[in-house]
């Protein structure tokens, strides 16, 4: 009987490959765990199209049950499959939440670290998001998250439209950086 258990625990678990691209149906949310409502994704896409429109900024936000690796692994391949942000500026983001094992990821292109570093995302995180989270507002954490961002990101919009990166930089390695696995209660 564990066995079977075991099995159906790795079935419900995604890869990278079985996630699609929300772009292809033209939005940024890719909600597999079902924990957005119809209202906080409106709002979210709202938000970041208009930071596509007004910087060149690109984030993705993903929900999944269960992933085949660890949540950052599983950000970084996504981030990197789907090239989100400007290739030139480097300027996306992913916000990854892996709701069974209770984990938040969010992988900034390079672009952006300088705009966006791993302590203010993880103290942002722990003060915006988490507590929605912890309380089972998944949607409402996501776009108390992104909301937080976008307004980070309009403090410096000529850096955000164009990245940190300089020429004569060398290029990103693959991925970018993570806000670290935040433990959701």
């Known amino acids: 009987m564990g066995t079977v258990l ?16 929300p772009r292809s149906r033209g939005s940024w949310i890719a909600d597999e765990a079902g924990v957005i409502p119809e209202a906080a994704e ?8 208009s ?14 049950p ?5 949540p950052k692994e599983f950000a970084t391949a996504l ?17 990854l939440l892996v709701r069974d094992r209770r984990r938040l990821e969010m992988e ?9 570093p791993d302590g203010w995302l993880g103290g942002m995180q722990q003060k915006k998001m988490v507590p929605r989270f912890k309380a089972g507002d998944f949607g409402g954490g996501l776009v108390a998250g992104v909301e937080a961002v ?11 439209a164009e990245g940190t990166r300089r020429e004569g930089d060398p290029p990103p390695a693959a991925g970018g950086s993570d806000a670290g696995l935040l433990a959701l209660g």
């Open 6 to 21: 075991c099995l159906l625990a790795a079935a419900v678990a995604y890869s990278v490959g079985d996630v699609a691209n």
């Open 42 to 49: 409106v709002e979210l896409n709202r938000r970041i199209d």
């Open 51 to 64: 930071l596509d429109r007004d910087l060149g900024v690109e984030i993705a936000v993903v929900t999944v």
């Open 66 to 70: 269960e992933v085949d690796t660890t």
């Open 79 to 95: 981030f990197n499959r789907w090239g989100v942000g400007k290739r030139r500026a480097d300027n996306g983001l992913l916000v």
């Open 108 to 116: 900034t292109g390079y672009g952006l670290e300088p705009i966006l």
């Open 150 to 160: 976008e307004s980070k990101l309009r403090e410096a919009p000529a850096e955000a």
